[in-house]
């Protein structure tokens, strides 16, 4: 089990004594962090999070998933932002885990998209998560209000009331009073995780051992992580040297971070860290834009731009040690597209092989990156990979100034629709 | 069936007097796409493609599409790029056209997502469509050698041949001597259009006929599109304005481009997209970086950094006027979401007033966009969107001063690859 951080394609932009450089601001902004006495300290639950969850709770979550497979053929979670991407991360992350079905919902406004799930769900025996702190936002507020009526008319009194589990507010806000007022089983947001770190807390741990998920083996990973980033020294700690990189890289005029890989199963997890590292650190005209990548497929759309575009980019690379499956490249008596050269080797051999090439291709050609390459594709590496890109956001956010805690632009939009739908 | 451009969120970046001021220009491009006299002239192929396809071919297609359904339970489409994104980007916006169900291979090199692939096909009958101009690239060649095996275990003789079609090169190639060898139904990818613009080719039409894809109705929108974009007035011309003021944003220091969408349908239509204007664009040190978003899933992750990040980004919406399905949003006597305010109104118009506060929020922080909206989710407007944005590109890359039809920079990482590979 391992993490590891390669910046060998980093020679010619990051110097090591600009990062050694960076140790006293990098040490001021690991105690804020540990000390909370930075920006945003509120919110700094996710910090000992791992550490804090209760094996007993993961026990009973354990327990929760097997009743509610046993009485249902899916499982819908409802909910946006930081209560969809994790889960939906991680279950694609684990190629569905278990192989028991689950559905989005409330995480857009499609009627399209609504309508159908609702068709699909007709002749299956549903449970509902509904995972939002206040209840009030919009899109699965409205998704909520769809589906507990397509429940009531399928199922009625205990029935309905074991197949919809809330988690939310431990106190207050409508869906807290919604689920008292029905007698829907409950699950509590920490105060002081914020959504988009929220994917160790009941967010993601309730959806996700509902679908069969170890979520023992996640924490775990997730408690190593806890443990080997908290070192302060930069020369010892991947996961501030990633934070630092990023910092200088920004200030060389690298506005645009790819994080790419050559693991199709990223893909939701990119568009998790997107969250992450976008809405921590676009704020006060500043930012790095991140993007996302799977490649190879992605070269072949996005390739040309990297290696011959705008020099304002930088990757970083997620890869696989050891992938799941084997699968041999056959061998073909005729040869005529010349491949029996990698005949009898493993296609994941030669997705290493365009790996190592297309880093080397695209730092020459101007885009510096990095390279975080996981033991295996399993829970535990998965822990561990959302805690080192939490702790880095952290870290990198204070390193720029910015409070990576909040998000205070996300109102505006909401300000402007809510006028338009003449709700006050 | 129509298709609008709006561009009243540029107000205060773009004026209409620069818009005008690029006439001249503009004609110069027009000119050199017509006149074919401008950089890259052997493939523009395209331009003149949709009223080129022979209604013949489309009804030859639309049979084989019902051969092929009726003998086989799912297609399987080999392809990576110009073959692959076009006909996911496809069936997707058509929200899986008539259910038949689609998988892809070759556009990665994962051997889980390809062993997984391989589990799924085992009891099923498959069509195989294997789309390559040259079949040497790397990602379809090892995955047609899987495929081809295990077809071959699957069946022989008449009955192998009848199943696997082959897209390709009208005379050369490995994939071309292939289908020879061993008898496999071809149709041609003409040598004058590239990758990236042959959806309405073999290319997308092979597969997409096959699925059960309305062809007709497809080329039908680009045919009018193809009329209507071939103004050279800017003031009369959608297309040209919105490739125009592309020019003008990024002159401005707007480095990024996002597409974005309320319609969860356009994931893959944005993937292609990406790859059209990446591509096209992303050369000799410059270009736009196009990034695609679906909303409201994504303000909830990037709508921070839109609103108050680095201010060198701006956005194009797609919309949609009129979508598939109703569904109302349910009363509820309680309440507690205060949501009443919009109960009995249908899903997508609260969709639509967060689409329209987003773009005005946006504009008032900084990102200027424009909203293209279609008539409706259908194949042809597909086909008219596809077409706009493939003349969009055309005219964006020559008054950009690069050739928009070349794409030098791909060969870097296949070089190394091929070293690392050992292959020649």
């Known amino acids: 089990m391992g993490l590891t951080l390669d910046m060998g394609n980093l020679k010619g932009f990051v110097k090591d004594a600009d990062l050694a450089a960076l140790q006293p601001r990098l040490q001021k ?35 929760l998933g097997k009743t509610v497979r046993a009485h249902s053929d899916c499982l819908v979670t409802i909910g946006i932002g930081g209560s969809y991407l994790g889960i939906r991360a991680s279950l694609e992350f684990l190629r569905g885990a278990g192989g028991f079905p689950v559905y989005y919902a409330g995480h857009n406004m ?22 939002s ?34 988690v939310t507010d431990g106190k207050k806000g409508a869906l807290r009073q919604i689920a008292a007022q029905n007698g829907y089983q409950t699950y509590v947001i920490p105060d002081d995780v914020g959504g988009r770190f929220s994917v160790l807390t009941p967010v993601g741990l309730v959806p996700l051992a509902a679908a069969g998920v170890d979520v023992h083996a996640l924490v775990r990973g997730a408690r190593q992580a806890e443990q080997d980033y908290a070192v302060a020294d ?10 630092g990189c990023r910092r200088l890289l920004y200030q060389q005029g690298k506005k645009i971070e790819v994080l790419a890989s050559f693991y199709d199963n990223m893909v939701s997890v990119n568009e998790w860290w997107k969250q992450l590292f976008g809405e921590s650190e676009g704020k006060n005209g500043q ?31 997620v890869s696989i040690a050891r992938v799941g499956s084997a699968l041999q490249i056959p061998f073909d008596a005729q040869d005529l597209d010349k491949f029996n050269i990698v005949a009898g080797k493993d296609l994941d051999y030669v997705n290493k092989q365009g790996q190592i090439a297309t880093a ?36 990198s956010g204070y390193l720029s100034g910015v409070n990576p805690f909040d998000q205070p632009g996300v109102e505006a939009y909401k300000k402007k629709m809510f006028a338009l739908l003449g709700k006050r």
């Open 29 to 63: 902004a690991h105690q804020d962090l540990t000390d909370k006495t930075g920006l945003g300290n509120d919110y700094l639950g996710w910090t000992r999070l791992p550490s804090s969850i209760p094996d007993t709770l993961l026990d009973e979550l354990t327990a």
């Open 234 to 243: 930069i020369a010892a700690n991947p996961c501030y040297q990633y934070a």
């Open 360 to 395: 080397a291709a695209h730092a020459e050609g101007g885009v510096p990156n990095m390279t975080i390459t996981l033991g295996r594709s399993d829970a535990e590496h998965l822990g561990r990979l959302y805690y080192f890109f939490e702790r880095a956001v952290g870290i």
């Open 287 to 317: 930012g790095i834009f991140p993007a996302s990548l799977i490649f190879s497929t992605d070269l072949h759309s996005m390739g040309q731009l990297l290696q011959d575009g705008e020099r304002n980019i930088f990757e970083t690379f």
């Open 133 to 166: 702190k206040s209840g009030t936002t919009t899109e699965p507020a409205l998704a909520f209000r769809i589906l507990k009526e397509f429940m009531a008319k399928k199922y009625s009194g205990a029935e309905l009331q074991k197949r919809i589990i809330c």
């Open 110 to 131: 499609s009627a399209d998209y609504h309508a159908e799930l609702l068709q699909t769900l007709q002749k299956k025996n549903v449970t509902l998560a509904v995972i």
